[in-house]
């Protein structure tokens, strides 16, 4: 009998509904398995030893031709070139970067800061205002101004932004919260609606509305919207993940409780073995989900209440919890703690009950890397509900096998009856080693034989 793992971790617990959390792992196809998929661990994060002073890092920008395509970043109130400060910056975040070939631009709900590569200064802004965000798009620099409808922007390439040039969001009167530049047109995201800008020739309002283009539905915060695969996404006013449009939803009933509950919400990016992931962080807990499997799961870190890293740019990861940078690593380990991998599998039954002789995993024994010590022979540990995850037994061992066990079985024996309303089962492994999970079956024939 085989059960269904979970693989998409973001199921609904209201009604009574059992949890199939997905920590640390992700969902991707596997032709050779029974079911098609698999779960893999993510890889854990290494020290790049490039502190950016005591941090928080709240924003990291690279890109190839701005500024000599090096590493720049927000940092507690200051601006960093890697781990060089190059001053104070003010605003309550969350902080934005853009550029120009030899210009940087960042702000988070104060003044915008510059950096030509020699010195940062604080851009003067029409009536000194507040900006939320800032984005380069058609070579210009645009910015939000804060608590209001309108937003501005520079001549061609230029530093400075003239107290006319301005628009104002025109098919409803809610205030711009957020700004993407997408496909050469500035997305301008309200509290309760969106519109599309396009880029235009005319050089006295190189921006102009899209008519007919008007998304009903707005936006949940200022840093709640990304570039994201060949589109965006966004956190909308009612709570949930769209891609593009507000018809493509990608998050389910219970992801959208928890970003409800949340009083901090961000949406952002990173890459992981070629695959781009969208990343939601919450006040405790931070989701991801797959560009290519199109489904989440939940990134944690053992040091902290939630994922350590908070933003990401060049391949580096900002820490939400220190100065440090941060990058994927060799070893199956965060930055030398514990990386635990867990999920469930399950199974209801009707009526009746059913002895669960044996309960086997098709993984990937025999892999453990290491020849000698602790890990030499790595375990993983299974505990067992029979109602729906209210309770749950002890923690019980089985092994991954040592190197080159490439057969062996990964099987627990005698696992007691289970009945109505079902079996839920979780797995974890804290072992440093890699570990992917592709089935789980209760009472194979001959044992697995």
Do not use: H
Not at 247 to 269: F, H, M, N, Y
Not at 283 to 292: G, H, I, K
Not at 321 to 327: A, R, V
């Amino acid at each position: 009998m085989r059960l269904q793992f979970g693989t998409n971790a973001t199921e609904r617990t209201r009604g009574d509904l059992p949890e199939l959390p997905v920590v640390n792992m992700f969902a991707e196809q596997a032709p050779t398995e029974a079911t098609g998929i698999a779960l893999q661990s993510r890889p854990g994060l290494s020290d790049r030893e490039v502190d950016m002073g005591a941090g928080p890092v709240k924003a990291l920008f690279k890109a190839d031709g701005v500024l000599d395509s090096t590493l720049y970043g927000i940092s507690g109130n200051a601006f960093y070139n890697a781990s060089t400060s190059l001053g104070p910056v003010n605003g309550p975040g969350p902080f934005f970067m853009a550029g120009f070939e030899d210009y940087l631009f960042a702000a988070g709900g104060g003044s915008i800061f510059g950096y030509d590569g020699a010195t940062l200064s604080a851009l003067s802004f029409p009536d000194s205002a507040n900006v939320l965000k800032v984005v380069v798009g058609g070579s210009r620099l645009v910015a939000i101004r804060a608590d209001t409808e309108k937003f501005y922007w520079s001549d061609v390439l230029s530093t400075t932004i003239d107290a006319l040039s301005f628009a104002t969001a025109e098919q409803q009167p809610d205030r711009l919260k957020d700004i993407l530049f997408w496909s050469d047109s500035l997305i301008l995201f309200g509290s309760e609606t969106v519109e599309f800008w396009p880029n235009t020739s005319d050089p006295d309002l190189p921006f102009q509305v899209l008519e007919g283009r008007t998304y009903r539905k707005g936006i949940r915060g200022t840093g709640c919207a990304t570039l994201f695969g060949p589109s965006f996404a966004w956190v909308s006013d009612t709570n949930q993940v769209c891609l593009e449009s507000p018809d493509q939803v990608v998050s389910g009933p219970g992801l959208e409780a928890k970003i409800e509950a949340s009083a901090s919400v961000r949406l952002w990016t990173f890459q992981l073995e070629g695959t781009e992931f969208l990343a939601l962080t919450l006040d405790a807990e931070t989701w991801v989900y797959s560009y290519r499997s199109r489904l989440w799961s939940q990134f944690e870190s053992a040091e902290a209440d939630n994922f350590v890293p908070q933003c990401f740019s060049g391949g580096v990861f900002g820490s939400s919890i220190d100065g440090k940078t941060l990058e994927w690593g060799a070893a199956w380990e965060d930055i030398g703690t514990t990386l635990e991998r867990r999920f469930r599998a399950g199974a209801p039954f009707e009526a009746g009950g059913l002895i669960l002789s044996s309960v086997s995993l098709r993984t990937n024994p025999g892999t453990t890397g290491y020849l000698t010590g602790t890990y030499a022979n790595p375990t993983i540990e299974m505990r067992s509900s029979r109602n729906a995850g209210k309770t749950w037994s002890n923690w019980r061992t089985a092994t991954l096998g040592e190197q080159g066990e490439y057969r062996k079985r990964v099987q627990w024996l005698a696992c007691g009856m289970a009945s109505r309303p079902g079996v839920l089962l979780e797995f974890r492994v804290t072992a440093p080693v890699d570990f992917r999970v592709s089935d789980v079956v209760v009472n194979e024939g001959f044992g697995g034989i």
